[in-house]
T-cell receptor, first 116, second 114 residues
Framework: GENVEQHPSTLSVQEGDSAVIKCTYS??????FPWYKQELGKGPQLIID?????GEKKDQRIAVTLNKTAKHFSLHITETQPEDSAVYFC???????????????FGTGTRLQVTL | DVKVTQSSRYLVKRTGEKVFLECVQD?????MFWYRQDPGLGLRLIYF???????EKGDIPEGYSVSREKKERFSLILESASTNQTSMYLC?????????????FGPGTRLTVL
């Protein structure tokens, strides 16, 4: 099955700096790579995703890049703000089998702390 | 907005008890999932369901069972709770589009087994 590794496990940046979180995956069939943000006391929430037919996607201050050859993808947050402090999870999903659901395999999470 | 609700935010049970965790979604999603979240291990899939009465094992199904009698409701059952099942349990749902689908999560249930 799929295996996703995520680094670093903790990341501390100053407000206004950039943050980068990296993930690698093992299953070359995976074609969907979402990123989730989990704030304290809440469930994870999707912030951005990328599919295997594109190499980069941006949404305001966040961007995701995908290198299918190397099987790794990264989350980039620019101009970080205190409200970016949270735990971030990457995930990977191969196409679903016939008649069943697509499943996500998650990384182990990165705790991002944005300091003033 | 999609809403996924879980019956309890916090639950304390004793070893050997039968425990039911309930999850309800209001967006007519076909797929529903149960994960457990532990520090340093991320989210691990326990079971999922792609239709009423249909279920599949995830990566860590041992010690758990599930029930989906109605489309909107997915229950996780701990037949005989053990201390190593103390964890945060997260429910999620997704629409089945034939491809990869966004999963929407509930707020979680923190279960402590004493």
């Amino acid at each position: 099955g799929e295996n996703v590794e995520q680094h670093p496990s903790t990341l501390s940046v100053q407000e206004g700096d950039s943050a980068v979180i990296k993930c690698t995956y093992s299953d070359s069939a995976s074609n969907y790579f979402p990123w989730y943000k989990q704030e304290l006391g809440k469930g994870p929430q999707l912030i951005i995703d990328i599919r295997s037919n594109v190499g980069e996607k941006k949404d305001q201050r966040i961007a995701v890049t995908l290198n299918k050859t190397a099987k790794h993808f990264s989350l980039h947050i620019t101009e970080t703000q205190p409200e970016d402090s949270a735990v971030y999870f990457c995930a990977a999903s191969p196409p679903p089998g016939t008649g069943t659901a697509s499943k996500l395999t998650f990384g182990t999470g990165t705790r991002l702390q944005v300091t003033l | 907005d999609v809403k996924v609700t879980q019956s309890s935010r916090y639950l304390v049970k004793r070893t050997g008890e039968k425990v039911f965790l309930e999850c309800v979604q209001d967006m007519d999603h076909e797929n529903m999932f149960w994960y457990r979240q532990d520090p340093g291990l991320g989210l691990r899939l326990i079971y999922f369901s792609y239709d009423v009465k249909m279920k599949e094992k995830g990566d860590i199904p041992e010690g758990y069972s599930v029930s989906r009698e109605k489309k909107e409701r997915f229950s996780l059952i701990l037949e005989s709770a053990s201390t190593n099942q103390t964890s945060m349990y997260l429910c999620a749902s997704s629409l089945r589009s034939g491809g990869a689908d966004t999963q929407y999560f509930g707020p979680g249930t923190r279960l402590t087994v004493l």
